[in-house]
């Protein structure tokens, strides 16, 4: 059983829409993060949180921002969707201290932009 | 310096067979090395980890063997099955969970 739910699953928009991206996770992790993943490349990290109000970006530029207002949901905003956005992006959650390197990842969200 | 290598892209190999899969990072700061498991439609879940202060962990059929002095890292599944048919994704990280970095992930097929 899922303990980090991610919606939709599948979502195919048309260029210029503004799109949510919900992660909640039901553990009380503090952290979280959003990984985004193209066929045969590695994750990479768009954004991280450690905790309420807290939220920085990772490694790849994203257009994307988030918000962390409730410790169990972080949901990701593209305001003006583009075809370069394809892709699948996963959520994932980890305790604070050791067991920080314990990812947890959501199904992911597969999202289409035409 | 971030990176972290890993070869093969995809791998076929019989049921009953050995699957190998290695990895090889630079940044000699990383002390602490996963495998993630990712199914189709499914998000990665870890499988098996390693710290740097072992050359070996073994858990049932998955075994990580660690070369300190090569900043090297592989996975090996013994006895092989079809249900471990997966991606698989080497990581790498320091400290608790700074700087999580992923493998670009092999394909393995293992034929019944």
């Known amino acids: 059983e899922a303990d980090i739910y991610q919606t939709p699953r599948y979502l195919v928009i048309g260029t210029g829409k503004k799109i949510t991206l919900e992660c909640s996770q039901t553990m009380g992790h503090d952290k979280m993060y959003w990984y985004q993943q193209d066929p045969g490349m590695e994750l990479h990290l768009i954004h991280y949180s450690y905790g309420v109000n807290s939220t920085e970006k990772g490694d790849l530029s994203s257009e994307s921002t988030v918000s962390r207002i409730r410790t169990e949901h972080f949901p990701l905003t593209l305001e003006s969707a583009r075809p370069s956005h394809t892709s699948q992006y996963l959520c994932a959650s980890s305790e604070s201290g050791p067991g920080a390197n314990v990812l947890t990842f959501g199904a992911g969200s597969r999202l289409t932009v035409l | 310096?971030?990176?972290?290598?890993?070869?093969?892209?995809?791998?076929?190999?019989?049921?009953?067979?050995?699957?190998?899969?290695?990895?090889?990072?630079?940044?000699?700061?990383?002390?602490?090395?996963?495998?993630?498991?990712?199914?189709?439609?499914?998000?990665?879940?870890?499988?098996?980890?390693?710290?740097?202060?072992?050359?070996?962990?073994?858990?049932?059929?998955?075994?990580?063997?660690?070369?300190?002095?090569?900043?090297?890292?592989?996975?090996?599944?013994?006895?092989?099955q079809p249900g471990d048919s997966a991606t698989y994704f080497c990581a790498a990280s320091r400290g608790y969970g700074q700087n999580f970095v992923f493998g670009p992930g092999t394909r393995l097929s293992v034929l019944p």
């Not at chain 2, 990712?38 to 050359?55: T, W």
């Not at chain 2, 002095?69 to 592989?74: D, E, G």
């Open chain 2, 1 to 80: 310096q971030q990176q972290v290598k890993q070869s093969p892209q995809s791998l076929i190999v019989q049921k009953g067979g050995i699957s190998i899969i290695n990895c090889a990072y630079e940044n000699t700061a990383f002390d602490y090395f996963p495998w993630y498991q990712q199914f189709p439609g499914k998000g990665p879940a870890l499988l098996i980890a390693i710290r740097p202060d072992v050359s070996e962990k073994k858990e049932g059929r998955f075994t990580i063997s660690f070369n300190k002095s090569a900043k090297q890292f592989s996975l090996h599944i013994m006895d092989s």
